[in-house]
């Protein structure tokens, strides 16, 4: 629908001759600062981290403040605690290494309040399959598409986080979805982006599928959904911010996620 | 209604006979408050975007309607949804009443004879909707001669054939419509925009005829669609068909009786085409509605409308199928079916001296029916609860009582009162994500977790007309109260979602306001000028803190000026000046990193404004010739003539020269646009 919008606003802005965009001066009201947090909690062989830094105000240059007199506890639900510690410009580290099937808590602790967050992590799923396919693009020409595929278990609700690297870093590239109606099928992923341009032979691409709970998934697919609105014109929504699982009123998330990989060498 | 009036002449030697059915102070002694009948003539002479004549945005110049954006044959009246208007076409409810996105309406001025819209109390004989009925009656046709009219213009042609079938029996009446818009798209330099192809085109076919002084039958129709394509790897097409078979009956002198069968549908299709897979979704809500109509006249004083009604709605809320060269894939939203029965009774009294009134009921109900799975959903949006209904069988059903009131006092031939009570419900509700309504926008019905919407409207005005009723002023008051108002959750996916109840959020809506309206009526210059000062809120659970915000269409202030004037025979000038505060939107308030990625903060909903529009139109019509038989015409207008920047959109982006700035960009549709248009008759 997006671009048949553009269409129509492009055919009809030839038929004005005259539509225009400039930049405008708006007085934006200003609003209380509000807590940012983000954070993970995996069974891969990583340092967890927990962020949290402060919305500014709309006219301000983007120099966000970080929060470093916070304290930050994560829990499980077989009695371990971790106090993550604050490293300056780098978050609070902790040292917990997931497991598929606890339950984690965070507990952040500041400025006389308390944000909440409680998942469950996963249980992993193996990649069966990477491939490169071919699509035809809506100029006719072939495009290449990085393919995964799984097993998604049945009779499980069950949601995906698809992160893409090129030889070893972020690509920028992520899909995420949820077995909807595909509950119990191989589940093929397809990605198509400008991220991978450049890419040659050679060049290592490494899918990693997060296994992720249902408030995660839908945190990516609200803030998805409202990236795009605004505006107040043809196809906009109503913008709000993304839904967080964490409570308190912070904005932000609290991933735990379960992870598997596997490579694809360019030939 | 028995009297054979002939409006046309009826042979070209005799004089033209103007006969008039209304007296000139019809709105200070009539029961009617609230509502706005269009003469055609009028609407045709108004200046409109590219020229197309359009009676929904000539509506929107009224006080109380105001334009659902730049260029937008869509409308809200008193604070109500666009999807809360009743828009019928010779009976036939039409679902979406526009072409292209909104730009256009579905009805095209050549094939219709008069528009009439009840923003305050309509009849009982209405019902279904919210805020407003539009009722639209085609052109029966003349059974008199043939002529052909048409008119060629900038974006579309048009022609309309109409004659008689017997003369004096009988007649018809076919119109069509087609645009051009994407023959313009060639010359465009984007190869991307060279591609698409952009359309519409619609037909209106009317044809009555009458057996006796008792019956007469008359069949309308009507045919639509939309197509929006690019190359043949994208393509979606829209639209409406309606079809009205009536027939009148005469009992006697005082019961006279309508029965009517009306079909109406609207669907969407869209193909997407990738070589290696072809992708289609389609939806449609298609309705088979029996009307028995009757009204009798007791007494000069006292006159009464009864009757029933029975719709039987069928909608498939989206199907989507995938063919590729290694697997298919079909995908089908549960298709939904129901009943709405719908009883009514008025009756129009007056008293001796100064006061008449006009009071109804109408009972109406909704029924869900099987053959379908009927869920529940928790306050989280979880299913609860789901049952198995057979075909047929009765699931959730709704009654509702709906009264309505209109009081009278004519203080003298030149002053009155009048007072009104409406109760409406609305049980057919429209989804849309999107701030200006798109054709996959989706239609559902009451169920176990959406309920009726209701409103009640009280209304006060003051009329009075002077220098013997050539002038009419106005002032009316309403507040009106929504119950079961729905808005969704933060990016609600709506589009091929088996539980998209669960999407929903509910709460009230509030609106109230003052319209003032002066019309001069007659004379060589008339017009009108209109003014409302309304506010329009809502309080919806999980929205804004479940504190009441702003509705989007929640405009303060609404200035209207029409004046057209007749410089000699054959010019006419006409005029229109639009002013109205901007809509509520919300902007965000800060800003936040994660991941390293910038967002924006919102809070409030709807706290902030768009800038203020305002715009001048101007029209003229030069008209060549004008004889009984033959008419043809030239018509100039100058769209947004002073070329104002009205802000179609406002989008928050990085500043390119300083990336830790953000800056707002606005843009603006249409700026000043020429048109030209040539009419015919013959």
Aim: glycine share 8%.
């Amino acid at each position: 629908m997006k671009k048949s919008k553009l269409i129509i606003l492009s055919i009809l802005s030839i038929l004005s001759f005259a539509s225009c965009e400039k930049v405008i001066d708006l007085k934006l009201d200003n609003t209380d600062p509000r807590l940012v947090i983000s954070g993970a909690i995996s069974d891969a062989d990583s340092i967890p981290i927990i962020k949290i830094t402060q919305t500014i105000d709309y006219n301000e240059p983007n120099n966000f403040p970080e929060i470093q007199d916070a304290t930050v506890v994560v829990r499980d639900d077989f009695g371990g605690a971790d106090t993550f510690q604050a490293r300056s410009r780098q978050g609070y580290r902790g040292v917990t290494l997931g497991v598929p099937g606890r339950t984690y808590s965070l507990a952040v602790f500041h400025d006389g309040k308390e944000y909440n967050s409680s998942v469950k992590m996963p249980i992993p799923i193996a990649i069966d399959s990477v491939n490169i396919e071919a699509i035809t693009g809506f100029g006719g020409e072939e495009l290449p598409l990085l393919t995964t595929y799984f097993q998604d278990p049945k009779g499980e609700k069950n949601y995906y986080y698809l992160n893409y690297l090129i030889n070893g870093e972020n690509s920028g590239d992520f899909s995420f979805l949820s077995d909807d109606l595909r509950d119990g099928e191989e589940i093929q992923v397809g990605t198509i982006s400008d991220d991978y341009e450049g890419v040659e032979i050679g060049d290592t691409l490494t899918v990693q599928l997060q296994c992720i709970d249902a408030s995660m998934y839908e945190y990516y697919r609200t803030l998805e959904a409202l990236e795009s609105g605004g505006g107040g014109g043809l196809g906009s929504t109503t913008p709000d911010n993304p839904v967080s699982n964490i409570t308190g009123g912070a904005l932000g998330y609290f991933k735990v996620f379960s992870q598997t990989e596997k490579d694809f060498i360019i030939q | 209604m028995t009297k054979k009036i002939k409006l046309q002449t009826k042979k070209s030697q005799l004089k033209k006979v103007v006969i008039k059915t209304k007296k000139d102070n019809d709105q200070i002694i009539s029961t009617e408050m609230g509502v706005e009948k269009l003469d055609m003539k009028m609407i045709n002479k108004i200046p409109v975007l590219f020229g197309e004549r359009d009676i929904l945005k000539t509506i929107q110049l009224l006080p109380g309607v105001k334009s659902a954006g730049e260029g937008n044959s869509g409308f809200y009246v008193r604070g109500g949804s666009a999807d809360q208007n009743l828009v019928l076409l010779d009976e036939a409810p039409v679902y979406n009443a526009s072409h292209l996105l909104g730009f256009f309406s579905v009805f095209n001025s050549d094939a219709i004879k008069d528009v009439k819209l009840y923003k305050g109390t309509a009849p009982a004989i209405y019902g279904g909707r919210l805020s407003s009925v539009l009722d639209v009656k085609m052109k029966d046709g003349n059974n008199q001669n043939y002529s052909v009219s048409g008119g060629v213009g900038l974006i579309a042609s048009r022609l309309n054939i109409e004659g008689p079938i017997v003369k004096d029996k009988g007649s018809f009446l076919v119109s069509a419509r087609r645009t051009y818009a994407d023959v313009f798209t060639a010359f465009s330099k984007d190869t991307n925009i060279q591609k698409a192809k952009l359309y519409f085109y619609d037909f209106n076919a009317k044809a009555n005829y009458k057996f006796n002084d008792k019956n007469r039958i008359y069949l309308s129709g009507y045919f639509g669609k939309d197509v929006l394509g690019f190359g043949n790897q994208f393509g979606i097409n829209w639209g409406n068909a309606t079809g009205t078979l009536r027939w009148n009956h005469i009992y006697n002198q005082k019961l006279f009786s309508n029965t009517s069968l009306i079909f109406s549908n609207f669907n969407y299709n869209i193909d997407v085409n990738l070589g290696s897979a072809e992708f289609n979704i389609n939806s449609r809500i298609q309705d088979w509605n029996l009307k028995q109509d009757f009204q009798y006249f007791a007494s000069k004083r006292s006159d009464f409308k009864f009757g029933i009604n029975s719709i039987y709605h069928n909608i498939i809320p989206g199907a989507l199928s995938i063919r590729s060269d290694d697997a298919n894939f079909d995908l089908e939203i549960s298709k939904k079916y129901a009943l709405e029965n719908a009883a009514y009774a008025s009756h129009k009294y007056k008293f001796n001296g100064a006061f008449n009134i006009e009071y109804g009921l109408r009972l109406s109900s909704w029924s869900n029916l099987g053959p379908g799975t009927f869920y529940s959903y928790d306050a989280e949006g979880n299913q609860s609860d789901s049952t198995k209904r057979k075909k047929g069988e009765f699931g959730k059903t709704y009654f509702n009582l709906e009264p309505r009131l209109v009081a009278n006092y004519t203080i003298d031939g030149e002053n009155s009162v009048k007072a009104s009570y409406t109760r409406n419900t609305q049980n057919l509700h429209l989804l849309s994500n999107s701030n200006t309504g798109s054709p996959t926008d989706l239609w559902i019905g009451s169920s176990n977790n959406v309920k009726p919407e209701i409103s009640d409207q009280v209304a006060l005005g003051y009329f009075r007309n002077f220098d013997k009723n050539n002038y009419e002023v106005s002032a009316e008051v309403y507040y009106k109260y929504m119950r079961n108002q729905i808005d969704y959750k933060p990016g609600a996916e709506l589009l091929l979602n088996e539980n998209v109840e669960s999407q929903l959020l509910y709460g009230f809506g509030r609106a109230y306001g003052i319209e003032l309206f002066a019309k001069k009526k007659y004379g060589r210059l008339n017009g009108w000028v209109g003014y409302t000062l309304s506010k329009t809120e809502r309080k919806i659970n999980g929205i804004n803190n479940n504190e009441f915000y702003n509705a989007k269409q929640d405009r303060t202030h609404e200035i209207s000026i029409v004046g057209i004037y007749e410089l000699t025979k054959k010019l006419t000038f006409s005029s229109t000046w639009i002013y109205y505060t901007g809509n509520a939107i919300t902007y965000p308030r800060g800003k936040y990193t994660i991941d390293n990625q910038t967002y924006f903060l919102y809070s409030e909903r709807n706290a902030d404004r768009m800038p203020d529009y305002h715009r001048l139109d101007l029209g003229l019509t030069w008209t060549r010739k004008k004889t009984d038989r033959k008419e043809s015409s030239w018509n100039f207008s100058i769209y947004n003539a002073y070329n104002r920047a009205n802000a179609y959109s406002i989008d928050f982006q990085e500043n390119p020269d300083n990336p830790a700035q953000t800056q707002a960009v606005q843009t603006t549709l249409f700026k000043i646009i020429p048109s030209i248009s040539y009419n015919f008759k013959f």
